[in-house]
Each structure stands twice: as structure tokens, then as C-alpha cells.
């Protein structure tokens, strides 16, 4: 059986490398360990088959998010007079700040990199990855391959996306709200059925996460369910 402190341990590097290699420069890496290195893509697989049901949250999880929703709706979100970013990791910097937690705490060093690979980091060091199947409120839900973050054209790049968990529907459909561009908005992904946009009786499963263009290659997904990648928990 695999130790899930070196599976963590190892999918969290894995990223690393990914994310920071071309933003630090004279890192000494030979191209065959590059390759090797860029080899370990973390892919959801069969993550969360059998997700999700909501967990009971503790005060400071039920605030967080009860924060997200209060900016349902807006264009960007300030906290304590600062304005945040108007993208999704601004987004989960300034509800988690309503609760005095930095998302990017101990990460200076990383300063320039994706910033939603900073805030999976610093959950790996602070907090719990999993993949269900309970979700709290409040809990951070990460995504892959949302955009084309390398520019080259293949669905190969790793955390592009956060949100901050609602709630959880009667049929396992996780509620999350997130920043894209057109503001601040509520988002629906159901892992069962990853692959369904609707229901016969119009209920959204899973919202699109991922814009459809005549250059995308074989493989490309575009539903919440599949671009799926961990939650985090760093409350308990």
C-alpha cells in the first residue's frame, strides 16, 4: 500500500518543478532530469468516484464560506481596504484573509510563479490534499488545465484554477465559487458523472471551466468534473 504522505510529498514536487522552471533562473537541470521531472503531471485519474458528501464545518469553514458567496456577483474583492487581484487566486487570498490566513505565507521565494501552485504549496505545508469524499465548507477545490498556461497548444498544464467550496447538493454536485473574468461567480462540479453538463431535467452537474477552440487537441476537457484536480483543507 502507498503512503500517502509520499504520495503527497511526490505529486507536490512534481508541480513544483513544473510550475517554477522556467520563472528561476540558473537552476542547474539537465534536459534528460527536465524530462523526467516533467513527466510526473498530476492527473485526476479515478480521484473522486465516489465524491462527494459535506463534511460538518467548524466556525472558521462555515465563515469562509459564507465570505465566498457574500462576493457572488461583484468584480473584484477588497478586504480590510486592500484590493485583491481580479482573478481566482486574488479571489481565495482575500475570503481566506477575512479569516487573518495568508495563502501565499512562506512562499516569497517562489515570488513570479503560478499563483495558484503557490496556494496548493502552501496547503501541502499547512494543511491536508485529498480528494474526498467529504468536503467542508470553506475547503479549497483546485483545477487543471483550465487555459493554455505554457502556450503550447496541449492540455499538459497543472493547477490553473481555484475556488472556495459552498456546499455540497443532495446528489453530490460540489457548489464552489470562483473569479474568472467576467467577476465573481458560483460554479457546479459533480465527479460521478464528470462528464455530464446538464441532467435530463435541466440541473447543472458540471459548469465549464475551459474555453472551447478550434486549435485544441485530442484529450482537451472543458467540464468542471474532468479538469478536476484536489481539494484543500486547512482548517480543522
Known amino acids: 500500500m502507498v ?10 514536487i512534481g ?3 513544473l510550475l517554477v522552471s522556467d520563472v528561476l533562473s540558473g537552476c542547474a537541470t539537465t534536459g534528460r532530469q527536465l524530462q523526467e521531472e516533467r513527466s510526473v503531471m498530476p492527473t ?3 480521484r473522486g468516484a465516489h465524491c462527494c458528501a459535506m463534511a460538518k464545518g467548524v466556525p472558521q469553514q462555515m465563515a469562509l464560506a459564507k465570505t465566498a458567496v457574500r462576493f457572488v456577483g461583484q468584480p473584484r474583492i477588497q478586504v480590510g481596504g486592500r484590493n485583491y487581484a481580479p482573478d481566482c487566486s486574488g479571489f481565495v487570498r482575500g475570503v481566506y484573509a477575512t479569516q487573518r490566513v495568508d495563502l501565499y505565507g512562506g512562499l516569497g521565494e517562489l515570488n513570479g510563479g503560478n499563483g495558484v501552485g503557490r496556494i496548493f504549496t502552501h496547503v501541502v505545508e499547512h494543511g491536508r490534499i ?8 470553506g475547503d479549497l477545490v483546485f483545477f487543471h488545465n483550465t487555459w493554455d498556461f505554457n502556450r503550447d497548444g496541449l492540455p499538459n498544464d497543472p493547477l490553473t484554477h481555484v475556488g472556495v467550496v459552498e456546499k455540497v447538493d443532495f446528489d453530490g454536485t460540489v457548489v464552489f465559487v470562483s473569479s474568472v473574468s467576467a467577476g465573481i461567480k458560483r460554479y457546479r462540479m459533480n465527479l460521478k458523472h464528470p462528464d455530464t453538463h446538464t441532467t435530463a431535467d435541466g440541473r447543472v452537474l458540471n459548469d465549464f471551466l475551459r474555453r472551447k477552440r478550434m486549435s485544441d487537441t485530442q484529450g482537451t476537457y472543458y467540464l468542471a468534473g474532468r479538469l478536476f484536480a484536489a481539494f484543500g483543507t486547512l482548517t480543522h
Open 130 to 137: 485529498h480528494y474526498g469524499p467529504t468536503v467542508h465548507p
Open 3 to 12: 503512503n500517502s504522505t509520499d504520495h503527497r510529498h511526490s505529486f507536490v
Open 44 to 46: 485526476m485519474g479515478a
Open 15 to 17: 508541480v513544483l518543478v
